[in-house]
C-alpha cells in the first residue's frame, strides 16, 4: 500500500511538470515580455499605484493591452499571481 502512495505521488509530480513545460510561464514570459518599458523595481516603489489584488489584475490586462500579446484570462491570472506572490502579497 505504502509503494502505491509514493507510485502514485511520483506519478502525479512528473505528469505536472510535463504539463507546466507546454503551459504559459509567468516568471518567464515576464522577464522576455514585461520588461521592456519599466522593470519590475515599479512595482516595490514607495509610490505605486496598485493598491489591491483586482487593481493588480486590470493593470496586468492594461499593460498586455499595451503589448498587444492579447493573453487568454488564464494566463492574465498566472501573471497576476506571479507579481503578487513575488511583488505585491495582497491577501486573497
Ligand atoms: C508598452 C509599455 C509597457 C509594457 C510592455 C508593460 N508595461 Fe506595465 N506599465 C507601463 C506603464 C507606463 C506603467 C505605469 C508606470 C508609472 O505609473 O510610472 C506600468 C505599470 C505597471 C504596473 C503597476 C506598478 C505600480 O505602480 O504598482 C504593473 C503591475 C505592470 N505595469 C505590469 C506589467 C506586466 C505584467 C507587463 C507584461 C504583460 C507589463 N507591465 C508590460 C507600461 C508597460
Do not use: W
Amino acid at each position: 500500500m505504502k509503494q502505491l502512495l509514493t507510485f502514485t505521488a511520483l506519478f502525479i509530480v512528473l505528469t505536472a511538470s510535463a504539463g507546466a513545460s507546454e503551459e504559459f510561464q509567468a516568471e518567464k514570459f515576464h522577464q522576455t515580455s514585461c520588461t521592456g518599458c519599466h522593470d519590475s523595481s515599479v512595482y516595490t516603489r514607495k509610490k505605486r499605484r496598485v493598491n489591491s489584488l483586482p487593481r493588480l489584475e486590470s493593470q496586468v490586462r492594461m499593460c498586455d493591452a499595451n503589448l498587444g500579446k492579447k493573453l487568454f484570462d488564464d494566463d492574465i491570472h498566472s501573471l497576476t499571481d506571479y507579481l503578487n506572490d513575488n511583488y505585491y502579497h495582497f491577501g486573497k
